[in-house]
């Protein structure tokens, strides 16, 4: 298995981290022409695809979060229908239902699905060169880490560390809870009580697990100061920086992570690369926005 930040990992001793419609020949010679005109492509109605793409544009037309019958109603659609095609928007993240309401907005999938097609705009793009920064002067591994729905998170870009130790990991390898950098910043921003956070904290695989109370404090540390580390806790030896990426109205979407071994990378030389991270993050921030 991969080892990534957070579950599950793997360290080896470099520390090892249709077809188109066919035309029936014509019992008639074709007449000669200058010009041959195309057979015009039928597009069959599929009514599922056409409804979820109205929800979509209507979301993104409206400056306000909409409810089931709102959209139902605006869209002349089964507020059972609707309902059903807002839970799949949501599944594939295009939609986001809004926190303590039952109304639903654009989601952050959107905006991948968007920026995929701008030549060089995409998070991974942007991040690489940041990343290949980091090792360079640092000596560490670096990541960039994207945040889908229900607290996924994937590796999309990475740059490995040229040390003779080091930990390894692969782009695609993804984790769902709350360990280790990442998961302190997806706690400190998912808006999440506390009685809900604890109940994930508890299903988390430690290597060395800190006191929850230890945990609640480094979250809000890194909600109040921008970062967040891990040291010794999901792996022993292995220390973990990680930024937050921010959305224009404060939505953590990704995050820039740096992973090194504990016993080379002190508190002060941890404490310095998160500053820098947090500068490449604001300005990839911007650039993913613009």
Request: hydrophobic letters at 40%; a positive charge; aromatic letters at 4%.
């Given at each position: 298995m991969n080892w990534m930040v957070f579950p599950p990992a793997v360290m080896d001793r470099v520390f090892p981290f249709s077809m188109p419609m066919s035309q029936t020949p014509s019992s008639k010679p074709?007449?000669?022409?200058?010009?041959?005109?195309?057979?015009?492509?039928?597009?069959r109605p599929v009514p599922a695809v056409t409804r979820a793409i109205a929800i979509l544009r209507l979301l993104g037309g409206t400056k306000h979060p909409m409810g089931v019958k709102a959209i139902a109603d605006e869209l002349e659609l089964v507020p059972s229908t609707c309902l059903h095609i807002l839970r799949v928007l949501v599944n594939e993240d295009l939609v986001k239902p809004e926190p303590g309401t039952k109304r639903y907005a654009l989601g952050s999938g959107m905006i991948r699905l968007a920026r995929s097609v701008l030549d060089g705009g995409s998070f991974a793009n942007l991040s690489q060169p940041v990343l290949d920064r980091l090792v360079s002067s640092h000596g560490v591994t670096a990541m960039g880490?994207?945040?889908?729905?229900?607290?996924?998170?994937?590796?999309?870009?990475?740059?490995?560390?040229?040390?003779?130790?080091r930990v390894h990991t692969d782009v695609g390898s993804q984790f769902t809870t709350l360990v280790s950098a990442t998961g302190r910043l997806i706690a400190?921003?998912?808006?999440?009580?506390?009685?809900e956070l604890r109940k994930k904290f508890n299903a988390i695989q430690w290597d060395c697990a800190p006191k929850f109370a230890d945990w609640r404090k480094e979250v809000e540390q890194a909600r109040a100061r921008g970062w967040s580390i891990?040291?010794?806790?999901f792996m022993n030896?292995?220390?973990?920086?990680?930024?937050?990426?921010?959305?224009s109205s404060g939505v953590l979407t990704h995050t820039l992570?740096?992973?090194?071994?504990?016993?080379?990378l002190s508190d002060i030389a941890a404490i310095e690369i998160a500053r820098v991270m947090q500068k490449e993050a604001a300005e990839i921030s911007e650039l993913l926005l613009d």
């Open positions: 074709a007449l000669k022409t200058k010009t041959t005109q195309k057979r015009a492509t039928r597009v880490v994207q945040l889908g729905s229900n607290q996924t998170s994937v590796v999309v870009s990475i740059s490995q560390s040229k040390q003779p130790f400190a921003y998912s808006g999440e009580g506390w009685v891990d040291k010794d806790n030896g292995i220390t973990v920086v990680a930024v937050p990426v921010l959305s992570v740096a992973v090194g071994l504990s016993a080379h």
